[in-house]
C-alpha cells in the first residue's frame, strides 16, 4: 500500500518569513495530493491540492509543488502570519478508482511567532 | 461544512461495551469515510462507503464495523470497546470523486476506560 513520510514534525518560523513542509510518497500510481490545515481542537480542512497532471499550483500565499519522478510534494506558505499556526497535513490517494484510498502523513506543527 | 454533522461530539465508555458513532450528511454525497486520528500518526482510515450497502475496510479496521443503509447516514461501530480505540473520530466525505478532496466533519472524541 501507500507509504507518506512528512517532515519536519515540527517548524518554528518568525512572522513573514516562508515555511515549507515536505512529503515524500510510494507508490507511483498516486495522482492526488491534497493538503489540510488543522488548527486546535478542529477539524482538518482542505487548503489546496494538486494533481499529478500539474507541477505547481499557487492560491495567494500558499503554493504546492510536485516531482513525481522523485515522488515527492511540497507546501509553501509565504509571508508567514500568526494564523498560519496549525498542524498540516499532506496526502496522496489514487482519484477515482476502488483502490488507492487517502493516505495521510503524520502531520507537521506549525508555529508562527509575532 | 459540506453538511456533515457527527454525534455524539464527546464520549466515555467502559471497555468491553459496544459503542456507535454516527455520521449524517445532508447532501446526497456517495462517498463517506471513517478516520481515526491519534498523536503522531495523523489520519488513518477504518472504514469507507462509496454507497449505500457499499462499503469496504481501510487500513486500521480491526474492531470496527460500519453500516450504510441510507445515502445520509454512515454508521461506525465498536463491537467490543478497548482503551487502544481512545481516539478522535472523524468523519468525511469527497464530493467530486472517489478518493479526493476530504471534508471532515467536526470530531467525536472517544475515551474507553
Not at chain 2, 11 to 34: A, D, F, I, S
Request: hydrophobic share 30%; charged share 20%.
Amino acid at each position: 500500500g501507500e507509504n507518506v513520510e512528512q517532515h519536519p514534525s515540527t517548524l518554528s518560523v518568525q512572522e513573514g518569513d516562508s515555511a515549507v513542509i515536505k512529503c515524500t510518497y510510494s507508490d507511483s500510481a498516486s495522482n492526488y495530493f491534497p493538503w489540510y490545515k488543522q488548527e486546535l481542537g478542529k477539524r482538518p480542512q482542505l487548503i489546496i491540492d494538486i494533481r499529478s497532471n500539474v507541477g505547481e499550483k499557487k492560491d495567494q500565499r500558499i503554493a504546492v509543488t510536485l516531482n513525481k519522478t522523485a515522488k515527492h510534494f511540497s507546501l509553501h506558505i509565504t509571508e508567514t502570519q500568526p494564523e498560519d499556526s496549525a498542524v498540516y497535513f499532506c496526502a496522496a490517494s489514487i482519484e477515482n478508482t476502488n483502490a488507492g484510498k487517502s493516505t495521510f502523513g503524520d502531520g507537521t506543527t506549525l508555529t508562527v511567532k509575532p | 461544512d459540506a453538511g456533515i454533522t457527527q454525534s455524539p461530539r464527546h464520549k466515555v465508555t467502559e471497555t468491553g461495551t459496544p459503542v456507535t458513532l454516527r455520521c449524517h450528511q445532508t447532501e446526497n454525497h456517495r462517498y463517506m469515510y471513517w478516520y481515526r486520528q491519534d498523536p503522531g500518526h495523523g489520519l488513518r482510515l477504518i472504514h469507507y462507503s462509496y454507497g449505500v450497502k457499499d462499503t469496504d475496510k481501510g487500513e486500521v479496521s480491526d474492531g470496527y464495523s460500519v453500516s450504510r443503509s441510507k445515502t445520509e447516514d454512515f454508521l461506525l461501530t465498536l463491537e467490543s470497546a478497548t482503551s487502544s480505540q481512545t481516539s478522535v473520530y472523524f468523519c468525511a466525505i469527497s464530493v467530486q470523486a472517489k478518493n479526493t478532496e476530504a471534508f471532515f466533519g467536526q470530531g467525536t472524541r472517544l475515551t474507553v476506560v
